[in-house]
């Protein structure tokens, strides 16, 4: 069932309406350290971010668009956010060029990890470290938070991303 009064949601997370040259009609988005960034700002910071990973694996366009199964062409408008980046393509990228998704949506939305840049930066850290753990660890150090707070253990379900959490 929707939520009948839109606005009630659209205050409780902080929404902000906005413009963007994205998008013909007035949008919602969450505010971030420094405003509200663009939708084309977005995607010059995962432009730049593939740009990184593809240089630190010391491939260039042609290799890489090779692997992905597009032109090279193709691939650089990518890396110059001429063209959108689909999700799939966000995590086939991450497969071949050895970054964490988590990682890339933090370059275009560090906002979306915490309440300031330094929070963020940590949280980014503190997850980075948690997908480097073996599993008994991970396994381990899950069931020492859930006792830490036990009422927010049934808040995050692998399959489902959160629920009964207000914002």
């Given at each position: 069932?929707?939520?009948?009064d839109?606005?009630?949601?659209?205050?409780?997370?902080?929404?902000?309406?906005?413009?963007?040259?994205e998008?013909?009609?007035?949008?919602?988005?969450?505010?971030?350290?420094?405003?509200?960034?663009?939708?084309?700002?977005?995607?010059?910071?995962?432009?730049?971010?593939?740009?990184?990973?593809?240089?630190?694996?010391?491939l260039?366009?042609?290799?890489?668009?090779?692997?992905?199964?597009?032109?090279?062409?193709?691939?650089a408008?990518?890396e110059?956010?001429?063209?959108?980046?689909?999700?799939?393509?966000?995590?086939?990228?991450?497969?071949?060029?050895?970054?964490?998704?988590?990682?890339?949506?933090?370059?275009?939305?560090?906002?979306?990890?915490?309440?300031?840049?330094q929070?963020a930066?940590?949280?980014?850290?503190?997850?980075?470290?948690?997908?480097?753990l073996?599993?008994?660890?991970?396994?381990?150090?899950l069931?020492?938070i859930?006792?830490?707070?036990p009422?927010?253990?049934?808040?995050?379900?692998?399959?489902?991303?959160r629920?009964?959490?207000?914002?």
């Amino acid at each position: 069932m929707a939520i009948k009064d839109v606005q009630t949601y659209i205050d409780r997370r902080g929404l902000v309406e906005t413009n963007d040259s994205e998008v013909d009609k007035p949008i919602y988005r969450k505010p971030g350290f420094n405003g509200v960034r663009s939708l084309l700002e977005m995607e010059e910071e995962l432009s730049r971010y593939l740009r990184e990973r593809r240089d630190a694996q010391n491939l260039n366009r042609e290799q890489v668009g090779m692997m992905v199964g597009i032109h090279h062409e193709i691939y650089a408008r990518h890396e110059r956010a001429g063209a959108k980046l689909r999700v799939t393509r966000l995590l086939h990228l991450a497969e071949l060029l050895d970054f964490s998704p988590i990682e890339a949506l933090y370059a275009a939305a560090p906002h979306l990890f915490g309440e300031s840049e330094q929070e963020a930066e940590v949280k980014l850290k503190l997850i980075l470290r948690m997908l480097d753990l073996p599993a008994s660890t991970a396994q381990h150090l899950l069931m020492m938070i859930e006792e830490l707070s036990p009422d927010r253990s049934a808040d995050v379900s692998p399959k489902r991303g959160r629920t009964g959490r207000q914002g």
